[in-house]
């Protein structure tokens, strides 16, 4: 049996240094890690695709950045997806990070590099991105994400339009049941401030409030923080309030009427919702979800999840973060965006049956009779590629059975028969392996018909 543990010498710029290799580990995956190829390839392709297409019918440009930035990007906020970071140190001691989220990286540019561009920007993005947490069904340490992003105004109309875009992804890839939870943090930290609690606990008291497992944890927070018990009742009510915003407007409208004037946020909220409706989304299915208080450090006003109520899953987070881009040195540039988890979306739209199996995207497999005539195929290989006809050349050089064979198990539709009296005549065998009919083309015909069929 073999031994687990094997050394290899290794060179490395500081010399040579022995490295012990698991043998076991050399064949796995890296925890919360997986392989995607074949049909879970194409799945993932499929959907990407369709984000993209969205983005770019929105008018959004898509932005890359680094895999690994500077520790020092995202520590500029203090946020719950700091404790999980990938860090690591490179050879001259700097620290980075495996980027967990893209808001940080293109709030960075947008300061540095961005700053004097027309506005507003739109910019999307489809990367991988990493966190140091539990991986569990749908939900890996390495994993995709899409977002959308608008920088450069403060009109609740750029929030409207990315809820709008994010939808119309939901609707495009198949979903017809969803939910557009709603919030708005500036309306929180309004409230709170109603509630007279000092500008320099609201961050602190947010945070607590945010991850409050019951009432009296609220209530205890709110007291802490010298809030009178008509102001207690007032802010356990408005957490209550969950509902379609249509159905729960007036009572809000009520309870803040008790604590002050109602605030320019409540507005906010209302408009962005009026738009939601305008545009097609159904008034019930827009519902005020004040408990939904994501990224309490970075969002400022709008806040929002788009959730599938037959899945139990929401799919896609986002909100206004106007003081970000400010972080990184630059003057404040308002913005809002969102993101989604593109792997939980493959897998949902997988058990939906949204995802058509395709066996192969190759038309047609082009098999040279003898092998002799490789290159002679290869000819009539290159002008079908150059038309733009997916086309295998047969490599080996076996039977026709066992090509056929072949394409049967792959789902490859057509076979181009290539013997002596084809290469002579001009005239190639087309063979579909559905009905079995073949038919003698030449290269041009060859086209023509596979461009139709």
């Known amino acids: ?133 539990n991986p569990q069904k749908g939900s890996y340490r390495e994993f995709w994400q899409f977002g959308l992003e608008i920088f450069g105004t403060d009109s609740i109309n750029a929030d409207f339009e990315v809820i709008d875009a994010a939808v119309d992804a939901i609707r495009g890839i198949g979903f017809d049941e969803f939910t557009v939870r709603v919030n708005n943090l500036g309306l929180v930290y309004e409230l709170l401030a109603l509630l007279k609690i000092p500008k320099c606990n609201l961050n602190a008291v947010a945070y607590k409030i945010r991850f409050a497992s019951s009432e009296e944890d609220v209530a205890k927070t709110l ?72 990224g309490t450090a970075h969002y400022t006003g709008n806040v929002f999840e788009i959730y599938l109520p037959g899945f139990d899953a929401d799919v896609c987070g986002g909100g206004r973060y106007d003081d970000m881009v400010g972080l990184y040195g630059a003057e404040k540039v308002p913005a809002v965006g969102c993101a989604f988890g593109v792997d939980r979306l ?57 090509s056929l064979d072949y394409a049967n198990k792959k789902g490859i539709p057509f076979i181009l028969i290539c013997g002596n009296e084809n290469i002579k005549s001009g005239r190639f065998t087309l063979k579909e392996m559905a009905s079995g009919e073949q038919k003698e083309m030449t290269v041009d015909e060859l086209i023509a018909f596979l461009k139709a069929h």
């Open 1 to 133: 049996m073999a031994a687990e543990v094997c050394v290899r010498n290794m060179t490395t710029e500081a010399g040579e240094i022995n490295i012990e290799v698991n043998q076991k580990l050399k064949l796995q995956n890296p925890v919360g890690t997986r392989d995607l190829f074949l049909q879970d390839a194409t799945n993932f392709e499929d959907i990407s695709g369709i984000l993209r297409e969205i983005a770019k019918r929105y008018g959004f440009c898509e932005i890359i950045t680094p895999t690994f930035q500077h520790l020092d990007t995202y520590l500029v906020v203090d946020r719950a997806i700091n404790r999980k970071l990938f860090i690591f140190e490179d050879k001259s001691g700097r620290k980075l990070v495996l980027r967990p989220e893209m808001n940080a990286p293109i709030s960075r540019v947008m300061a540095t590099k961005l700053c004097e561009h027309p506005k507003p920007i739109r910019l999307f993005y489809l990367v991988p991105v990493f966190r140091y947490e």
């Open 223 to 294: 007291k802490e923080n010298c809030v009178d018990d008509k102001g207690v009742d007032a802010f356990i009510r408005f957490r209550r309030l969950s509902g379609p915003f249509l159905s729960v407007k007036n009572e809000l409208e009520h309870i803040l009427g008790e604590l002050g004037e109602a605030p320019r946020q409540l507005r906010d909220l209302s408009d962005m919702v009026s738009m939601c409706i305008a545009s097609g989304i159904k008034g019930d299915s827009i519902v005020f979800k004040p408990t939904m208080m994501r």
């Open 346 to 402: 493959v897998m949902l739209a997988k058990e939906k049956g949204l995802i058509k199996e395709k066996r192969s995207d190759t038309k047609v497999l082009a098999v040279p009779i003898p092998q002799a005539n490789y290159l002679r195929t290869l000819e009539a290989v290159r002008e079908l590629r150059k038309n733009g006809i997916n086309t295998e050349l047969e490599p080996f050089d076996r039977k026709l059975g066992k």
